[in-house]
C-alpha cells in the first residue's frame, strides 16, 4: 500500500446476528491530507462501514465475514477501537455524543485524558479547539445538555480533536442541524484538514454539503460501494442523487 493512503477498505463484506447482510463489497481509499465522503439513503451502510473501521462492530454483534480494512498499515481488527484512538484513528459517532451533565470544557477534556495527563499539553489543545469553535469557548461554563443541538455537535467533534487524530470519522455530523449551523461546521472541518493536513472520513446523507466541501466520494448502495469520484465531478451529476441518494 502506498504510505500516502491512510485508510483503504478491501471488499469489505459484514453481517449482524451472522444473518442480516449489511455490507456486501465496500471498497474506497483514503489519502493523507484529503476529506473523503460516503454517501449514500438510509440503510446504505455507511454507519456500519465506518463501525467496522473502527472495529466497533463485535459491539454490536456485527462482524466484518471477508475483505480488509487498514489503518496506516494495521489491519483495523487486529486492534481494540482503544487501541485505534491512540493510533490516530477517532470517531465521532452518529447522535452527537456528549456527557450532557459534564460542562462543555469538561467534556473536552476527557477527549485528551487518554492521551495526554500533562496540563500544559491539554490546555495547548483546548485552545486549538476553541479556535476551531469559538462558540465552545463561550459556552466553557455550560452543561452540555443545556447547549444546542449544533454546540453538542461541536462538542462532540472537539473531544475526539483532544485525542489529536491523524483521521478524524465523523457519521452524519449534520443530522438534524440547522443548515447554517451545518455549514460552520464543515467549514471548521475544511480549516483544520487546509490548515494541518487533517484527513477526513465523512459518512453523510446531506450529499450537497459533503460534495460541496469532500475532494472525494464513494457511493455505497445496499451495501456496496457503486460509485467514487472526485467530489467536484460528482457535483455535476444529476443522476446521482436521483438514484443512489434518494434525492432527486
Ligand atoms: P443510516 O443513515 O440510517 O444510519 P446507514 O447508511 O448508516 O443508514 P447502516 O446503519 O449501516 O446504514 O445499516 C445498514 C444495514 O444494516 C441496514 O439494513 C440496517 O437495518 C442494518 N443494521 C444496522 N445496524 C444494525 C444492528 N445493530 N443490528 C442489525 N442490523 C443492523
Redesign the pocket.
Request: hydrophobic fraction near 40%.
Given at each position: 500500500m502506498p504510505n500516502d493512503i491512510v485508510l483503504e477498505a478491501q471488499s469489505v463484506f459484514a453481517t449482524?446476528?451472522q444473518t442480516?447482510?449489511?455490507?456486501n463489497g465496500v471498497s474506497f481509499s483514503l489519502r493523507r491530507g484529503e476529506i473523503l465522503a460516503l454517501l449514500?439513503?438510509?440503510?446504505?451502510?455507511?454507519?456500519?462501514?465506518?463501525?467496522a473501521i473502527s472495529n466497533l462492530l463485535p459491539a454490536?454483534?456485527?462482524q466484518v465475514t471477508s475483505g480488509q480494512i487498514i489503518f496506516e498499515g494495521r489491519e483495523v481488527r487486529s486492534s481494540s477501537p482503544a487501541e485505534l484512538v491512540r493510533a490516530g484513528l477517532v470517531q465521532v459517532l452518529?447522535g452527537r455524543h456528549c456527557f450532557k451533565s459534564l460542562s462543555v470544557e469538561e467534556n473536552l477534556v476527557s477527549g485528551g485524558l487518554g492521551r495526554s495527563s500533562l496540563r500544559r499539553e491539554i490546555a495547548e489543545d483546548l485552545e486549538k479547539v476553541y479556535l476551531t469553535f469559538p462558540r465552545l469557548k463561550e459556552k466553557r461554563h455550560t452543561s452540555s445538555g443545556l447547549t444546542s443541538g449544533g454546540e453538542q455537535q461541536m462538542t462532540a467533534i472537539g473531544r475526539a480533536l483532544m485525542s489529536r487524530p491523524r483521521l478524524l470519522v465523523l457519521?452524519?455530523p449534520s443530522?438534524g442541524l440547522a443548515p447554517l449551523i451545518i455549514k460552520d461546521i464543515f467549514r471548521s472541518l475544511k480549516r483544520l484538514n487546509a490548515e494541518e493536513g487533517l484527513s477526513i472520513l465523512v459518512?453523510e446523507?446531506n450529499s450537497t454539503v459533503a460534495l460541496k466541501y469532500a475532494d472525494h466520494a464513494t457511493v455505497?448502495e445496499n451495501?456496496v460501494a457503486v460509485l467514487s469520484g472526485r467530489a467536484a465531478d460528482l457535483r455535476q451529476r444529476d443522476d446521482i442523487k436521483a438514484f443512489y441518494l434518494g434525492e432527486g
Amino acid at each position: 500500500m502506498p504510505n500516502d493512503i491512510v485508510l483503504e477498505a478491501q471488499s469489505v463484506f459484514a453481517t449482524y446476528n451472522q444473518t442480516i447482510k449489511a455490507l456486501n463489497g465496500v471498497s474506497f481509499s483514503l489519502r493523507r491530507g484529503e476529506i473523503l465522503a460516503l454517501l449514500g439513503s438510509n440503510g446504505a451502510g455507511k454507519s456500519t462501514t465506518l463501525k467496522a473501521i473502527s472495529n466497533l462492530l463485535p459491539a454490536e454483534r456485527g462482524q466484518v465475514t471477508s475483505g480488509q480494512i487498514i489503518f496506516e498499515g494495521r489491519e483495523v481488527r487486529s486492534s481494540s477501537p482503544a487501541e485505534l484512538v491512540r493510533a490516530g484513528l477517532v470517531q465521532v459517532l452518529e447522535g452527537r455524543h456528549c456527557f450532557k451533565s459534564l460542562s462543555v470544557e469538561e467534556n473536552l477534556v476527557s477527549g485528551g485524558l487518554g492521551r495526554s495527563s500533562l496540563r500544559r499539553e491539554i490546555a495547548e489543545d483546548l485552545e486549538k479547539v476553541y479556535l476551531t469553535f469559538p462558540r465552545l469557548k463561550e459556552k466553557r461554563h455550560t452543561s452540555s445538555g443545556l447547549t444546542s443541538g449544533g454546540e453538542q455537535q461541536m462538542t462532540a467533534i472537539g473531544r475526539a480533536l483532544m485525542s489529536r487524530p491523524r483521521l478524524l470519522v465523523l457519521d452524519e455530523p449534520s443530522m438534524g442541524l440547522a443548515p447554517l449551523i451545518i455549514k460552520d461546521i464543515f467549514r471548521s472541518l475544511k480549516r483544520l484538514n487546509a490548515e494541518e493536513g487533517l484527513s477526513i472520513l465523512v459518512a453523510e446523507q446531506n450529499s450537497t454539503v459533503a460534495l460541496k466541501y469532500a475532494d472525494h466520494a464513494t457511493v455505497i448502495e445496499n451495501g456496496v460501494a457503486v460509485l467514487s469520484g472526485r467530489a467536484a465531478d460528482l457535483r455535476q451529476r444529476d443522476d446521482i442523487k436521483a438514484f443512489y441518494l434518494g434525492e432527486g
